[in-house]
């Protein structure tokens, strides 16, 4: 039973246009992370997210993504112009804090045209 | 470079074969092992392990991890049309928290 809830399920949005994926959590993780699969190929990690904060990030995480959590228990990736490549399946996935398990939410399917 | 391999990429069986999908890493200050069923849509989290030589079982699944020549298997008896699906091993280590995700095995059972 995935812990948290992501939407939207799946957005088709165009080149250049800017995308936010929400992420709700069900229980109260401190500990989120970002992961991304392109159609066909490896779960990519994208960032982790810590008490609010930025834990680590890929090289994948560039300045065209964001993470924020704006009102304090909904998480956000926010992609600000949006390239052809960024079309794949964005998974949020919490961590308990005393576990090394993570947990994938549904995904959001982003496909960019 | 790959941190996580796993082999086959693919595999086709018959109902009711048995099958051992492996995952070698190369990841330093390894933390956990985890295995993944994926679908159509999310991966589903089947077991983690973090010993050596300390079998994890889930009815016709088990897993089991050597922390000395740096893989895990999981086999999967008896299997099942329901079986069919991508099988994903992650490790976590180095530095950080992140988890390192191999391509997968893409599993088929034939009825």
Not at chain 2, 28 to 44: G, I
């Given at each position: 039973?995935?812990?948290?809830?992501?939407?939207?399920?799946?957005?088709?949005?165009?080149?250049?246009?800017?995308?936010?994926l929400r992420c709700v959590p069900i229980s109260n993780h401190l500990y989120f992370y970002w992961y991304r699969q392109i159609l066909g190929q490896k779960?990519?990690?994208?960032?982790?997210?810590?008490?609010?904060?930025?834990?680590?990030?890929?090289?994948?995480?560039?300045?065209q993504f964001s993470v924020e959590r704006p009102d304090g228990?909904?998480?956000?990736?926010?992609?600000?112009?949006?390239?052809?490549?960024?079309?794949?399946?964005?998974?949020?996935?919490?961590k308990p804090i005393s576990g090394n398990t993570?947990?994938?939410?549904?995904?959001?399917?982003?496909?960019?045209? | 470079e790959d941190k996580v391999v796993q082999s086959p990429l693919s595999l086709v069986v018959h109902e009711g074969d048995t099958v051992t999908l492996n995952c070698s890493y190369e990841v330093t200050?390894?933390?956990?092992?985890?295995?993944?069923?994926?679908?159509?849509?999310?991966p589903?989290?089947?077991?983690?392990?973090?010993?050596?030589?300390?079998?994890?079982k889930s009815g016709r699944l088990s897993s089991i991890l050597d922390k000395k020549e740096l893989f895990s298997?999981?086999?999967?008896?008896?299997?099942?049309?329901?079986?069919?699906?991508?099988?994903l091993c992650a490790v976590g280590g180095d530095t950080g928290n992140q988890f390192y995700f191999g391509t997968g095995t893409s599993l088929t059972v034939i009825p």
């Amino acid at each position: 039973e995935p812990e948290v809830t992501q939407t939207p399920s799946h957005q088709v949005t165009q080149m250049g246009q800017e995308v936010i994926l929400r992420c709700v959590p069900i229980s109260n993780h401190l500990y989120f992370y970002w992961y991304r699969q392109i159609l066909g190929q490896k779960v990519e990690f994208l960032v982790s997210f810590y008490n609010n904060e930025i834990s680590e990030k890929s090289e994948i995480f560039d300045d065209q993504f964001s993470v924020e959590r704006p009102d304090g228990s909904n998480f956000t990736l926010k992609i600000r112009s949006t390239k052809l490549e960024d079309s794949a399946m964005y998974f949020c996935a919490p961590k308990p804090i005393s576990g090394n398990t993570i947990y994938f939410g549904e995904g959001s399917w982003l496909t960019v045209v | 470079e790959d941190k996580v391999v796993q082999s086959p990429l693919s595999l086709v069986v018959h109902e009711g074969d048995t099958v051992t999908l492996n995952c070698s890493y190369e990841v330093t200050n390894f933390r956990s092992l985890l295995w993944y069923k994926q679908e159509k849509k999310a991966p589903t989290f089947l077991f983690m392990l973090t010993s050596s030589g300390i079998e994890k079982k889930s009815g016709r699944l088990s897993s089991i991890l050597d922390k000395k020549e740096l893989f895990s298997i999981l086999n999967i008896t008896a299997t099942q049309t329901g079986d069919s699906a991508v099988y994903l091993c992650a490790v976590g280590g180095d530095t950080g928290n992140q988890f390192y995700f191999g391509t997968g095995t893409s599993l088929t059972v034939i009825p």
